[in-house]
């Protein structure tokens, strides 16, 4: 399953955060799962503009 192997690599790693890009929204539900897992999913688009702005005033 494709959640878990991200949980599990993530975890390895340390890293609580992903980026994703999913255009055709195929992997919605294993997002959610990835998320409750405890890591932060964002979802990456076309605004670079957003994502900048995320990255530096959300984040």
């Not at 949980?7 to 999913?22: H, P, R, S, V």
């Not at 255009?23 to 994502?51: C, H, M, P, R």
């Amino acid at each position: 399953m494709f959640a878990d192997k991200v949980i599990q690599t993530l975890t390895e790693c340390d890293k609580n955060i992903l980026f994703y890009f999913d255009a055709d929204g195929s992997k919605k539900e294993e997002l959610t799962a990835i998320e409750e897992a405890g890591i932060k999913v964002i979802e990456v688009n076309q605004n670079y503009f957003e994502l900048k702005y995320k990255l530096e005033m959300v984040l």
